[in-house]
């Protein structure tokens, strides 16, 4: 099982440094940057992003771990938990790209998805807590 949880720890860090790398390379990052910008009727759509982002990872992810048998041990459960993390993270990087490649002033709002996305690493604790339910 630990080989497992390693191989999916690679595949976050891959997804993880690629989105930071990239920012730093395509964004332009700065303490004025940084700031919150100022939000108009015509950019209110590109704030919704972050958050649809963070909504529909979370509800893709529990959907496909709502497919798992819950009388398969815990090993077993692993792919589909793994095909889960993969889908909410590939929302998160994609929603961080939009964010920097369409609207670059909303860029702190593309770090912000980077920094919950780094948070998702996962662990031993956190599989075994998110399968437990299912």
Not at 34 to 39: K, Q
Not at 107 to 114: A, D, E, T, V, Y
């Amino acid at each position: 099982m630990n080989e497992k949880i390693k191989t999916l720890q690679i595949i976050h860090l891959g997804i993880c440094a690629g989105t930071i790398v990239i920012y730093f390379l395509v964004g332009d990052i700065s303490l004025e940057t940084l700031t919150i910008p100022a939000i108009d009727s015509n950019s209110i759509l590109y704030l919704i992003i972050p958050v649809l982002a963070f909504v529909l990872s979370s509800i893709l992810f529990k959907a496909q771990l709502k497919q798992i048998d819950p009388k398969l041990k815990l090993e077993d459960k692993l792919p589909v938990y793994q095909t889960a993390s993969i889908m909410r993270w590939a929302v998160l990087e994609g929603a961080a790209f939009l964010i920097l490649f369409i609207k670059p002033e909303f860029i702190l709002f593309g770090i912000l998805l980077i920094v919950y996305l780094l948070y998702l690493r996962p662990t031993e604790e956190k599989i075994t807590n998110d399968l437990s339910n299912y």
